[in-house]
């Protein structure tokens, strides 16, 4: 958990983090964020609101986090709970939805009207901004994990779904190198787990891929290929002027965004897309928590 | 070609049509569109304004047919071709966003606010009604047959890109039940085409499954299975609260939309998305005649 104030500029004044600590369950987590918010406010000042990115499913027009995977909530008045406790205004959004916000308003997409933001980290999520404001949809648009880019196959987990999450993700990553090297692949990865290849994470895959080990390459050009494969159709249907890509993966840099490109380039249907950019974010880990204090001060609900 | 005359409350008042001809050239199109609207239009009479309903890439704000697939066009003012020849304000929109126009204002679409379309006939193509609104992003949002389903596979033709269209079009149908009589499948098919593979239509595919022939039912049941995966990951991205379905594939009814739900069922994340409903398209095959109507009436480019 992360509580941070900024000014009306939008400029970090202050920061603090904390462990989630899910198996405390939720009127822990509640208090505790509590806590964390009010150690960045200082004493004699009342801010102007607080935005919350939070985990989704939500309902953000209720302030409700509904029943997020791997954490406690299940119909949460987060907004309402905060909100009494701080005597604040509270708007609550999805956490990738207001990274998107933070990246159109004053990171990689500042500038264009239609902008499509994708976080590619220990899941794949994401956030669009069309016409220059959130869209949400009925309520739970921008998950471009669970875009199907390869059902029926392997590649995309036991499930063989076809999401993009399980290909492409961090936890992607992992689940493939160790696939691999249970298949008796030779890498560089295998002795930085000791042998022990439950321990592989993403994060391992990737120094692997920069140190230049064959196997974890392979892996980030095939995540980055199917990851161009989700954005050709996203470009297709959505048709953005630009597509923000940020998250603990896209950190990567090149030795993902070239086979994304690459892909695009020989998978989207010219010349109308031509102009559309595929950028790395701008904002770095701290986008949701900006785009949170943006969203409040926009008023919330989109 | 179609031209159509409607009441201010879009009843269709009179309504003529005529063979494309593109073998004879951009001049002659023209000049036979505006004699076909002219046909339309009582002599004592001038329309408020009429819309047209064009074959994509378009550019809408200029008013151009840029380069369409299979129809002489380039850059061509289609707009200004027709203003100057009827003394009437013309307004320009890609076929599939004016058909879900009307879906949305009259059609299946009704009171929601956020709905896609999609055609799917001798190609497959969609509109974006967003907000209440027709969206068409940067300029070509919509194009849902250019959404990439599965990558690599045989199952999307020759060039195995992985298009929705080459697997669930008309055009799909036809070529998958052409590779599967040429591997020796027997079927309905090839009786009726009198062994003459090259003769086999989309529509001949659609009888012979309505008629029961197993390989034909098969094609139609793969076609609707891969659409549920197209609509599934555009539920997760713009979580629409209906999607319409249209075009001459649509008309085969529980054939395709049995297959199409079942695999929405298997593999929509819950339960955020359940209420998304799929409906087959309510105007048939003059819902871009209505929609180019109601766009020329509620003022042209969105």
Request: charged share 15%; aromatic share 6%.
């Given at each position: 958990m992360r509580a941070a104030r900024f000014d009306e500029r939008f400029t970090l004044l202050d920061r603090a983090e904390a462990p989630t600590?899910?198996?405390l369950g939720v009127g822990s987590i509640i208090e505790r964020l509590i806590a964390l918010t009010r150690s960045v406010i200082p004493p004699a000042e009342t801010p102007h609101g607080i935005g919350v990115a939070a985990p989704g499913p939500l309902d953000s027009e209720r302030g409700l986090i509904l029943n997020p995977p791997n954490l406690p909530f299940n119909q949460t008045p987060i907004r309402d709970l905060l909100a009494d406790?701080?005597?604040?205004?509270?708007a609550v959004g999805n956490d990738a939805d207001l990274a998107a916000l933070g990246e159109h308003r004053l990171g990689a997409g500042r500038g264009?009207?239609?902008?499509?933001?994708l976080t590619v980290s220990t899941g794949i999520g994401g956030g669009l901004i069309l016409n220059g404001e959130l869209y949400t949809g009925a309520g739970q648009a921008g998950e471009a994990g669970f875009v199907i880019v390869?059902?029926?196959?392997?590649?995309?987990?036991p499930g063989r779904e076809g999401y993009i999450e399980p290909i492409a993700s961090g936890t992607g990553l992992a689940r493939r190198a160790r696939e691999a090297l249970e298949g008796g692949r030779d890498s560089l990865i295998r002795e930085r787990v000791g042998g022990n290849l439950e321990a592989i994470t993403g994060k391992i895959v990737g120094e692997a891929a920069r140190?230049?080990?064959?196997l974890a390459r392979e892996i980030v050009e095939s995540a980055g290929e199917y990851l161009g494969y989700l954005i050709t159709s996203l470009a297709h249907l959505i048709h953005p002027e630009c597509v923000v890509i940020g998250g603990s993966v896209a950190g990567?840099?090149?030795l993902l965004f070239a086979p994304v490109r690459r892909t695009l380039a020989a998978r989207i249907v010219d010349p109308v897309y031509a102009g559309m950019?595929?950028?790395p974010a701008a904002l770095g880990e701290d986008g949701g928590l900006v785009?949170?204090?943006?969203?409040?001060a926009e008023g919330g609900i989109s």
């Open positions: 600590a899910p198996e406790a701080l005597g604040v205004p509270v264009t009207r239609h902008m499509v933001y390869a059902p029926g196959d392997p590649i995309s987990g140190a230049g080990d064959p990567l840099g090149d950019r595929v950028l785009g949170a204090a943006i969203y409040a």
